[in-house]
């Protein structure tokens, strides 16, 4: 019998870390999990030491704001570890929080074995944290083809298990043919609409979903037949900040059922990040955006912090532009208006973005990340 401890600390990390317990729980039924997460790791049999929704805090300004809250995070995490005495540490994304932890494990508990499962983009930016997970992690587990030869440019190794946002759009496309006769809960009628994804942390949700409204709002004014809005809420967010926000536009729909917002809808303004690939494995058009406080700067400081051309992770895996990319300063109600309006316009436009889907879908390969992993952690 075998004991995990788990830390993720987001939403997609919690599903995805999730689908690893059941795999792992398939190999090893005495299998023990405790850790930090969210809903669905307590639903797989995680027993919880803190919740994700209070740590999931982003960019400089907020973690600064809750630098309180996050020590005490990491008090917490640290004790849980040494009263479980795991004997395998695994990580899931969060590098600020889990790099801690893993040196941690290393220097406290010699028995653990710390494995990094959807290790941090330390290819795209802060490339010196690629010594800090080859020093402190005995496993390295990519969801990104390149990537294990980027860490063998290092010295270290890495296995691609392949990518889990696939493994949760293959069950959720296998989920529609089992349940066929289940009403659609995005589709309350059939006015077509945009989809707006702000993210799944409650700061960047304020900073992003008024913009997207505004731009959204502005887009489909011009069109000649009617449209709504359908706003995605992401899970462990109390559902009073999007009526707060949402409050005084009347053609707003909220749902929390954001595969099938996405699968729906004509086009979705997306915040960038694993929501990007959700999107396009969906084959929903799509335009990114992401809010970065003194994004004005970001002219000058790009070259210097960021080691690649692109931030969708869409582009990166096609290593090109398909989907339009709103960055910082460029992320305004207008821009986000007139790349909805193309999308919603240019057929053609749209077809290609389609086809590129393919292709990354292609490089990703059917692998299911949590059997491999699993298969991986378990041996």
Known sequence: MARYFIIAGEASGDMHAARLIDALRERDVNATFA????????????????????????????????????????????????????????????????????????????????????????????????????????????????????????????????????????????????????????????????????????????????????????????????????????????????????????????TSDTYDAVRHAQAAVVNSGTATLETALLGCPQVAVYHLAFGHLLGWIRPILFQIPHFTLVNIIAKRELVKELLAYEFTADAVAAELSRLLNDDDYVWQMRNGYAEVRKILGSASAAQTAAELVYN
């Open 35 to 254: 850790g930090l997460g969210g809903d669905r790791m307590q639903a797989a049999g995680c027993r919880l030491y803190r919740h994700y929704n209070q740590m999931a805090y982003m960019g400089y300004v907020a973690v600064i704001a809750h630098i309180g809250d996050i020590v005490r995070n990491m008090r917490i995490a640290k004790q849980a570890m040494l009263s479980e005495q795991p004997d395998e540490l695994i990580l899931v994304d969060y590098p600020g929080f889990n790099l801690r932890m893993a040196q941690f494990a290393k220097q406290h508990l010699p028995r653990t074995r710390v494995t990094y499962y959807i290790p941090p983009k330390v290819w795209a930016w802060k490339q010196w944290r690629v010594h800090q997970i080859g020093k402190y992690c005995d496993t390295i587990l990519g969801i990104f083809p390149f990537e294990p030869q980027f860490y063998a440019q290092y010295g270290y190794a890495c296995t691609y298990v392949g990518n889990p946002t696939v493994d949760a759009i293959v069950s959720y496309k296998q989920s529609l043919v089992s349940s066929r006769h289940k009403a659609d809960s995005s589709k309350v009628d059939d006015t077509p609409y945009v989809a707006l994804l702000p993210g799944s942390r409650r700061h960047e949700i304020k900073k992003c979903l008024p913009r997207m409204l505004a731009g959204a709002e502005a887009a489909i004014s011009t069109m000649p037949e009617a449209y709504r809005i359908v706003v995605t809420q992401a899970p462990g967010i109390e559902p009073e900040l999007y009526r707060e926000l949402c409050a005084g536009h009347p053609l707003v729909t909220l």
